[in-house]
């Protein structure tokens, strides 16, 4: 893994300018690049907050975009994916059998959405952060520890997952 890898950054349609700032960070980037990544691609939906192109070090070739018709191609070209929280975007990257750090938006205050991601990571499915704690989880992250995710459990997952916390998979 890792050798000018790509990494992408996806808010779906959310408003989450915090988890693209932490991203725009200058620990965050250097993290990644330690890890092997050389390409960063950020969909930063309706946000406000712009990432830098320019990585000072030049470790990171950056680029973004605010929407995209088919986020899959990003998605299946990604070696790391980095994600809100939304249960679409997670399955979707979990099937692709893509490795996922899933940042929760803190900001939320009922985050039912923290609690989908905190079981996943529990199950070793991803990995999970908020804004503050990504570059940590970037530095720490060991992607062998990763349980390959199979599609045939989602359905009775998705299911078990959603009468548990109580809401519909939107």
Avoid: W
């Avoid at 045939?152 to 998979?169: C, E, H, M, P, T």
């Amino acid at each position: 893994m890792g050798h000018g890898g790509q990494v992408f950054v996806t808010v779906g349609t959310t408003l989450f300018d915090a988890l693209i700032r932490a991203v725009d960070t200058q620990e965050c980037k250097a993290a990644l690049a330690r890890q092997g990544y050389s390409s960063l691609v950020l969909q930063i939906g309706r946000g406000s907050y712009l990432p830098c192109k320019d990585d000072v070090n030049g470790l990171l070739k950056v680029d973004f975009f605010t929407f995209s018709p088919d986020l899959k191609e990003h998605l299946s070209s990604a070696d790391l994916v980095i994600s809100h929280a939304g249960s679409g975007s997670i399955f979707e990257t979990l099937r692709m059998g893509k490795p996922l750090i899933v940042v929760v938006n803190e900001a939320l205050m009922d985050n039912h959405q923290a609690e989908l991601a905190e079981e996943l990571a529990a199950q070793k499915y991803l990995m999970y952060a908020s804004p503050s704690t990504l570059s940590e989880t970037v530095t720490n992250m060991d992607l062998n520890l990763l349980v390959p995710y199979k599609p045939s459990n989602s359905a009775a997952l998705v299911k078990s997952l959603n009468s548990f916390l109580g809401f519909r998979d939107d």
